[in-house]
C-alpha cells in the first residue's frame, strides 16, 4: 500500500486489511514523503499488528512506492490496496484460491463497488468471469481492472516480467498487467469485493490527460512487442513525460486541481441513481464553469435543480 497524506482514509483500509478471512498476510505501508500526520499513524499501526510494516522515503511518487515494497514482500502472492479504498473481508481468500485452482492465471482481479467521496454509492463494475474473455478484454478492448487496488498476482511473475517500471509515473499497473498477460492470463472473482472511492481531487480526477497518456503508452508498448519490436522508443517518452511531471512538482508549479469532469461522472451516477445528493456535484460545475451545458442538462434532465437547495447554498466539492 503506497500511502501520502491519508490520514483521514489510511486507518480504514488497512482495518479491511486485519478483517480478512485469510490470516496469514504481511501489510507493507509505504510512506511516499507524507507531510500531514500520516506518518506516525502508519508507525502506530505497525506497533499495533506484528503483520504490518512501514518503510519511510521522500516524496518519489506510487510507482517508485510501489517498487520498493514489492522488494520487500515475501508471500507467494502479492495483493494491491489503495490507502483511500477499502476490501471485502473475504477478498484474499477468494482470490488466493483461484490462483491456486488455476495455474494458467497469473493475476486475479474482482468485481469493484465505486463509490464518491461521502462513500455514496455509485456504480458496481464487473468483468467476465472467464479468463480467456477478462485477458482478451484487457489486450485488444483496452478494458482492465476495475482499479489498481484490486489486485492480487503472483510474486514469480511480477519478478519474471521484471515488475512495475519506472518510467511510468501513472498507469503503472496497466503497463505491469499487460506484460504479465503475454505470460499468463487474467481472472476475476465475480463478486464485488472492493470498494474504490472516486474522488475529484484524485489522479483521475486531476491528472485525467497524463494518465490517459501513459496508458497509450503502455498499450503502444505491447503492440509494438506482438510485433517482435522493441519498446524502448516508447520507454524514452514515458520517462520524458515521467521527467517533466516530476520537474513541476518540485517547482511547486503542479496546478493540479479538481476537474469538473469526474465531478460530471459523479454527479450523473447518482442522478442515475435517483441520489438526491447529485445535485451539489452538478451544482459545483455550473458555479464554477456556467458554460458546461452537459452539467446543467444532467440537472434538467433530472429535474434536480428544482429540489435541490440553490446554488449559493452549495459549496464546491
Do not use: K
Amino acid at each position: 500500500m503506497g500511502v501520502y497524506n491519508d490520514a483521514a482514509s489510511v486507518p480504514a483500509a488497512v482495518e479491511s486489511i486485519r478483517a480478512q478471512t485469510l490470516t496469514d498476510w504481511e501489510l507493507i505501508l509505504v510512506n511516499d514523503g507524507s507531510t500531514d500526520r500520516t506518518t506516525s499513524l502508519l508507525d502506530r499501526l505497525a506497533a499495533s499488528d506484528r503483520r504490518i510494516s512501514v518503510i519511510h522515503q521522500a516524496n518519489a511518487g506510487l510507482t517508485q512506492a510501489l517498487i520498493r515494497g514489492c522488494v520487500q514482500a515475501r508471500g507467494t502472492f502479492i495483493a494491491r490496496q489503495d490507502a483511500d479504498d477499502v476490501s471485502d473481508p473475504r477478498r484474499f481468500e477468494r482470490q488466493r484460491a483461484l490462483l491456486e485452482s488455476h495455474p494458467d492465471v497469473g493475476i486475479v482481479s474482482c468485481w469493484a463497488q465505486y463509490v464518491g467521496p461521502e462513500n455514496e454509492p455509485l456504480e458496481v463494475v464487473t468483468r467476465p468471469a472467464n479468463p480467456a474473455e477478462a485477458t482478451a478484454l484487457l489486450v485488444d478492448d483496452h478494458q482492465g481492472l476495475p482499479a489498481h487496488g484490486t489486485a492480487m498476482y503472483r510474486r514469480s511473475l511480477y519478478e519474471a516480467v521484471g515488475g512495475y517500471r519506472p518510467e511510468f509515473y501513472f498507469s503503472q499497473d496497466i503497463d505491469l498487467w499487460l506484460r504479465m498477460t503475454e505470460r499468463a492470463q487474467l481472472a476475476y472473482v465475480a463478486e464485488p469485493l472492493y470498494r474504490y472511492r472516486r474522488c475529484a481531487a484524485g489522479i483521475s480526477g486531476t491528472q485525467a490527460a497524463t494518465q490517459a497518456e501513459f496508458g497509450r503508452l503502455a498499450f503502444a508498448s505491447r503492440a509494438a512487442r506482438d510485433r517482435g519490436e522493441s519498446d524502448a522508443l516508447l520507454l524514452q517518452q514515458a520517462a520524458g513525460l515521467a521527467a517533466s511531471i516530476r520537474e513541476t512538482r518540485q517547482t511547486g508549479r503542479s496546478g493540479a486541481r479538481p476537474a469538473p469532469e469526474m465531478l460530471y461522472i459523479i454527479g450523473t451516477q447518482l442522478a442515475r441513481n435517483g441520489d438526491p445528493r447529485a445535485a451539489s456535484y452538478l451544482w459545483s460545475i455550473v458555479r464554477r464553469r456556467p458554460w458546461h451545458w452537459r452539467a446543467w442538462a444532467r440537472l434538467l434532465q433530472s429535474q434536480i435543480g428544482r429540489r435541490a437547495v440553490s446554488p449559493e447554498q452549495v459549496s464546491p466539492t
